[in-house]
């Protein structure tokens, strides 16, 4: 079990303080893996005992084997296609080798680790929703926009919700009395303030929460009813590849879709027939 996943089994047993430093942790790995206790304790802004008592919270002997046990971590991904640092401009064969290598072994990686009755409790809840509302900013609004359009093409009463602040009209945060509502918020580094505003605002009302994120203990999944991870590939240097998180919500649709099969091919067939009258697409 690598320092994440005891993180994640013992995070709700421990201490603000303890917590305070695992949250570093978990946002700073590499920095954490070189630094001195003191040098961590002044980042957190707690003291040298409450960085050394984390250890023994997380069943290491002491804070030395713990670091010891992260290195090895770390070395161990790092033997993964992982790294890009060291490709010069003109390799770009080689990036592109290792680009969609990493990519490959992340989808390997959400294959074997995917909660699949989780999966099936997120088909299930947004196939019973009465209302289901998409959101994910930064890196992640492209696949939260895709996931928009695609449940747009399997049921009704969905909405893309591109801003809580200025780009959407007010009542789209709003619902129904009675109405089971689903917010699915997308959460990926670097992690967006607005989205956990968005959640705030779901849970004042009432309505579910179903996250997609990288880990359990990002800022938004701590809130969520229903929490599915997935990594995503940040090898490169500029963009982040979202193909994993992709994959993801392509299962969830795909669910929703087999689960409902002849009313969605209705609705597929309508919405085609449109498309076809109207010549929206050239071929």
């Not at 893996?33 to 919270?57: G, H, P, Q, W």
């Not at 959400?110 to 409790?121: A, V």
Request: hydrophobic share 40%; aromatic share 8%; with cysteine.
């Amino acid at each position: 079990m690598n320092i994440q996943d005891l993180i994640l089994k013992y995070y709700n047993d421990l201490s603000k303080g303890h917590r305070k430093v695992a949250d570093y942790l978990l946002e700073n790995t590499l920095e954490f893996s070189v630094s001195t206790v003191e040098e961590i304790a002044k980042e957190v802004s707690t003291s040298k005992a409450t960085v050394i008592r984390l250890s023994y919270a997380l069943g290491f002997g002491s804070f030395s084997s713990m670091q010891k046990s992260l290195k090895a971590q770390l070395l161990n991904e790092d033997e993964s296609p992982r790294q890009t640092e060291n490709i010069t401009d003109d390799d770009v064969n080689n990036l592109l080798s290792l680009t969609l290598n990493r990519d490959i072994f992340i989808l390997e990686k959400l294959k074997e680790n995917l909660d699949i009755n989780r999966l099936n409790d997120v088909i299930k809840e947004l196939a019973d929703a009465d209302e289901i509302k998409i959101a994910g900013y930064g890196a992640s609004f492209s696949a939260a926009h895709w996931f928009y359009t695609k449940l747009s093409m399997i049921r009704e009463d969905v909405t893309l919700l591109s801003s809580i602040i200025s780009l959407n009209a007010p009542g789209d945060v709003l619902s129904r009395e009675k109405d089971k509502v689903i917010y699915v918020l997308l959460s990926f580094p670097s992690y967006m303030s607005e989205t956990l505003k968005l959640a705030n605002i779901a849970k004042e009302k009432g309505a579910k929460i179903i996250v997609i994120s990288d880990r359990l203990l990002s800022p938004v999944a701590r809130i969520a009813d229903i929490c599915l991870t997935t990594d995503i590939n940040v090898s490169s240097v500029n963009l982040v590849s979202m193909s994993s998180v992709h994959s993801l919500l392509n299962l969830i649709a795909t669910g929703m879709e087999f689960d409902n099969k002849e009313v969605v091919t209705e609705r597929l067939r309508k919405i085609n027939e449109i498309y076809s009258k109207n010549e929206y697409f050239l071929e």
